[in-house]
């Protein structure tokens, strides 16, 4: 199926609504003015992405599948902006990114790494990294099983190792290396999982440096493995370490949204990496603390925190210490590790070395319930 036909689909079921709605105050929120991207061959050299109304996207010819549509929900100003440039760039239209053209000789190129291991990298990956005259490793949003070294050894070159702030404040390095030759920023997981690569991104475009995206896997799609079904998921969550006075829970209500709708949460577990105590940073020394990773024993333990304190407060806690939940550790690698247990007996629980996340199971079909059983 091409978006066009997506699109007319989606037009012929909204009339149908309005038509058996009969003027009853049954408004629906999607509408043939929703916002809605299409997509087509993404991660080939022919790939293309336009952005409109539902009713605008109706006649629009994106060539060759494979192709998808995306209904939009409420959008952050750093995606809106991604949105406008990916747009115009993937569909050739140059002129209209902010600047002209400039002396960069250079490809900028955005490489996952996948999940755990050198070795997950793509073949177009490599090949991109190889060509590089200039490589940086984003090391701030997760880690890879044997370091800097084995990536070095494997790839056959000189890494540099950027941390939040460089990526965050000094993204103008990085680009600028594009003056030289072909630059490979990678990243472990897919390089467009993160707000911060996104901006990244942004600032490539509004510079007019030819972009590269090397996707790969990550953990949004590799929770797969504790078998349930992808399309059952809901809003992704971050849990962060509480601190001294700071103990946010926003996520919770985003669990429990997720679970009013029968859907499974993927619950992303807090790292901490060249962080720094708030005297030291106030003195301007560069003295940092050692990492940090939240494991999934944490997660459980301040998300029954949460429902403790909420009961306290006489608040509604539809989650309970009872409910279904799935540790999983170290995804893609050797030692993967998941256990199946109560959200109260998984923050007993020791999955061992770092990366874990946590899934607080929905509604599951019987061959989910199958599959995650074997975990218990």
């Known amino acids: 199926m091409r978006v066009a036909q997506a699109v007319q689909q989606l037009l012929a079921v909204i009339e149908r609504h ?36 539902l009713k605008e996207l109706v006649d629009c010819d994106l060539g060759e599948p494979l192709h998808s549509l995306i209904v939009c929900g409420e959008c952050h100003p750093v995606e809106e902006e991604a949105l406008e440039k990916l747009t115009a760039y993937f569909m050739g239209h ?3 990114l902010k600047h002209k053209p400039t002396s960069n000789k250079g490809i900028f190129h955005m490489i996952g790494l996948g999940l755990g291991q050198p ?49 965050e404040q000094s993204s103008e390095e990085i680009l600028q290396c594009t003056k030289n030759g072909d630059v490979a920023f990678l ?22 440096i030819l972009l590269n995206i090397v996707h790969n896997a990550s953990i949004l799609n590799a929770v797969g493995c504790c078998g349930l079904q992808l399309y059952s998921f809901g809003e992704t969550v971050s849990l962060p370490f509480w601190e001294d ?19 499974h ?8 990496v060249k962080e720094q105590k708030a005297e030291n940073l106030v003195k301007g020394l560069n003295i940092y603390e050692p990492p940090r990773f939240m494991t999934a024993a944490d997660g459980a333990a301040q998300i029954l925190e949460v429902i403790k304190r909420r009961a306290s407060e006489g608040r509604p806690t539809p ?28 923050a007993l629980e020791n999955l061992g070395a770092p990366l874990h996340c946590l899934v607080i199971v929905g509604e599951t079909h019987p061959l989910e319930d199958e599959y995650v059983n074997m975990f218990r």
């Open 245 to 263: 006075g700071w103990c946010p829970d926003s996520y919770y209500d985003k669990i429990c949204s997720n679970m009013e709708n029968g859907w």
């Open 18 to 53: 309005h038509s058996s709605s009969k003027g009853e105050d049954r408004d629906w929120l999607l509408t043939e003015d929703s916002l809605c991207v299409g997509l087509a061959r993404v991660g080939t050299p022919s790939q293309q992405i336009i952005k409109g109304k």
């Open 265 to 272: 949460t993927l619950c992303l577990l807090d790292i901490k």
């Open 94 to 96: 140059e002129d209209n």
């Open 319 to 346: 989650l309970t210490p009872e409910q279904l939940v799935i540790g999983v550790a170290r995804v893609g690698t050797k030692s993967q590790a998941l256990k199946t247990c109560t959200l109260e007996d998984l």
């Open 187 to 208: 990243v472990i997981g897919d390089p467009l999982s993160a707000t911060t690569h996104i901006d990244l991104v942004i600032r490539a475009l509004d510079k007019n």
């Open 119 to 167: 070795g997950d990298v793509t073949v177009k990956g490599l090949d991109a990294i190889k060509k590089s005259s200039k490589v940086f490793l984003e090391n701030y949003t997760s880690v890879m099983e044997g370091g800097i070294e084995a990536m070095q050894t494997l790839f056959d070159k000189e890494i540099t190792v950027v941390d939040r702030e460089m990526v």
